[in-house]
């Protein structure tokens, strides 16, 4: 069956429009370039454009490799070719340059694409004009930075989101550090090193005797990352896999893994110290992004093959997800209470906590709760610091006490 071409004066104006359909792609986020406008438009007139189904995989094909790109493509190619009768008459297309989305329509766009629609039109619409010394107040600067600490990663814009991921990168997080089985010498230690005492009397002939104290080295204990990757969790899963890879090159003994429905580790791709790198791998690794979550087996997965590697020195597990369990919590409970007692400390992040009127009503978050340390909200770059001063105190299982109370 042969496909629908459009002529060659009319060919000239679909790869502007490519072109431009590119630059709003490029502005949400997405990683294209000129080569692949280029791929667009040799696919496109392979394949041809005998229907609007064709045409939107047709060019799916081409601008998505991930799968946290797809939301993001779907809402920017309905709104860009939202004319319903264009591709049907493709032989005669006449699409406007920039297409802005209606008000109305605007609204249930996510910012990401919004945005990029925005700034297309104004890009395009700004004509050259005198430049205008503007003074800048140094209050309203830091006022832009507080409303970013506040703002909640799903409703960031992109140029936020590239702001809040530096931010991200320069947070460190300061565990209090353990004594171990060994010792140090130190000159205020608490026991006689009699071996190193001996050891350098002998050095002087035995004439000078120099009583030498030790005391127990500290270090920091292992980290170990539980991140859902679910549907409900993959915007944040995003922001917080760069939070991730700076603590992962930032110190040693950072194990990190990830779990929708299955169990992934993805500590050796975020030891990769270009963060593009490193989350690509992550992406290519993890087959279940924005799928299904079964928290209770991949749990299970972790306690059988993974806890004897990984918790050892007292280990401090973070577990980041939203307790939503599409099985039921079957086993849950069971495994969360095994991982509570493999550890020195359990803290669970939660981005519904972010809402004031919480109560932990689903079977999974019931199932979870009595066996963790802490319980956090982790939606913004203010709670992130908050977890950092957290984890570098004792643990405070007062806190705990509210919630356990709902469960009665």
Same mark, same amino acid.
């Given at each position: 069956?042969? *496909?629908?071409? &459009? /002529? %060659? $004066?009319? #060919?000239?104006? +679909?790869?502007?429009?490519?072109?431009?359909?590119? =630059?709003? !792609?490029?502005?949400?986020?997405?990683?294209?370039?000129?080569?692949?406008?280029?791929?667009?438009?040799?696919?496109?007139?392979?394949?041809?454009?005998?229907?609007?189904?064709?045409?939107?995989?047709?060019?799916?094909?081409?601008?998505?490799?991930?799968?946290?790109?797809?939301?993001?493509?779907?809402?920017?190619?309905?709104?860009?070719?939202?004319?319903?009768?264009?591709?049907?008459?493709?032989?005669?297309?006449?699409?406007?340059? *920039?297409?802005? &989305? /209606? %008000? $109305?329509? #605007?609204?249930? +766009?996510?910012?990401?694409?919004?945005?990029?629609? =925005?700034? !297309?039109?104004?890009?395009?619409?700004?004509?050259?004009?005198?430049?205008?010394?503007?003074?800048?107040?140094?209050?309203?600067?830091?006022?832009?930075?507080?409303?970013?600490?506040?703002?909640?990663?799903?409703?960031?814009?992109?140029?936020?989101?590239?702001?809040?991921?530096?931010?991200?990168?320069?947070?460190?997080?300061?565990?209090?550090?353990?004594?171990?089985?060994?010792?140090?010498?130190?000159?205020?230690?608490?026991?006689?090193?009699?071996?190193?005492?001996?050891?350098?009397?002998?050095?002087?002939?035995?004439?000078?005797?120099?009583?030498? =104290?030790?005391?127990?080295?500290?270090?920091?204990?292992?980290?170990?990352?539980?991140?859902?990757?679910?549907?409900?969790?993959?915007?944040?899963?995003?922001?917080?896999?760069?939070?991730?890879?700076?603590?992962?090159?930032?110190?040693?003994?950072?194990?990190?893994?990830?779990?929708?429905?299955?169990?992934?580790?993805?500590?050796?791709?975020?030891?990769?110290?270009?963060?593009?790198?490193?989350?690509?791998?992550?992406?290519?690794?993890?087959?279940?992004?924005?799928?299904?979550?079964?928290?209770?087996?991949?749990?299970?997965?972790?306690?059988?093959?993974?806890? =004897?590697?990984?918790?050892?020195?007292?280990?401090?597990?973070?577990?980041?997800?939203?307790?939503?369990?599409?099985?039921?919590?079957?086993?849950?409970?069971?495994?969360?209470?095994?991982?509570?007692?493999?550890?020195?400390?359990?803290?669970?992040?939660?981005?519904?906590?972010?809402?004031?009127?919480?109560?932990?009503?689903?079977?999974?978050?019931?199932?979870?709760?009595?066996?963790?340390?802490?319980?956090?909200?982790?939606?913004?770059?203010?709670?992130?610091?908050?977890?950092?001063?957290?984890?570098?105190?004792?643990?405070?299982?007062?806190?705990?006490?509210?919630?356990?109370?709902?469960?009665?």
């Amino acid at each position: 069956m042969a *496909t629908a071409s &459009p /002529p %060659e $004066e009319s #060919r000239g104006r +679909l790869v502007d429009n490519l072109m431009q359909f590119a =630059r709003v !792609l490029r502005a949400a986020g997405l990683p294209v370039g000129p080569g692949k406008v280029i791929d667009a438009a040799e696919a496109v007139r392979a394949v041809g454009v005998s229907s609007r189904e064709d045409f939107y995989w047709t060019l799916h094909a081409v601008f998505v490799n991930r799968r946290d790109q797809r939301e993001v493509f779907d809402q920017a190619f309905h709104v860009f070719w939202r004319n319903p009768r264009l591709l049907d008459r493709m032989m005669s297309i006449a699409l406007p340059q *920039t297409v802005v &989305p /209606p %008000e $109305e329509e #605007r609204r249930e +766009l996510s910012k990401r694409v919004a945005d990029a629609f =925005r700034a !297309l039109s104004e890009a395009e619409a700004t004509k050259p004009q005198e430049t205008v010394k503007t003074e800048i107040d140094a209050a309203m600067t830091w006022s832009e930075e507080e409303l970013l600490r506040h703002q909640d990663f799903e409703k960031m814009s992109t140029d936020e989101l590239e702001r809040a991921k530096r931010a991200i990168a320069r947070l460190r997080l300061p565990v209090e550090e353990r004594p171990i089985r060994r010792f140090e010498l130190h000159h205020a230690g608490d026991r006689f090193d009699l071996r190193s005492t001996l050891r350098r009397s002998l050095r002087g002939g035995g004439q000078d005797l120099e009583i030498l =104290r030790k005391r127990r080295r500290t270090r920091r204990p292992p980290l170990v990352v539980l991140c859902d990757i679910s549907g409900s969790m993959a915007r944040y899963a995003r922001m917080l896999l760069h939070f991730l890879h700076a603590l992962t090159n930032d110190r040693d003994r950072v194990y990190t893994f990830l779990f929708g429905t299955q169990l992934t580790n993805v500590t050796r791709h975020l030891r990769y110290k270009d963060p593009d790198v490193a989350l690509a791998k992550v992406g290519e690794a993890a087959e279940d992004w924005s799928g299904g979550t079964r928290i209770g087996a991949s749990l299970h997965v972790f306690n059988r093959f993974w806890s =004897r590697r990984v918790l050892a020195q007292g280990a401090v597990v973070l577990l980041i997800s939203d307790g939503l369990d599409r099985e039921g919590a079957k086993g849950l409970a069971r495994e969360i209470e095994r991982l509570h007692k493999s550890c020195r400390r359990l803290v669970w992040l939660n981005p519904l906590l972010r809402y004031e009127g919480f109560e932990p009503r689903s079977t999974g978050i019931r199932a979870m709760l009595p066996h963790v340390d802490e319980f956090r909200p982790v939606h913004n770059l203010e709670s992130l610091e908050q977890l950092a001063a957290a984890l570098s105190s004792p643990t405070r299982n007062e806190e705990m006490r509210p919630w356990l109370r709902q469960l009665h």
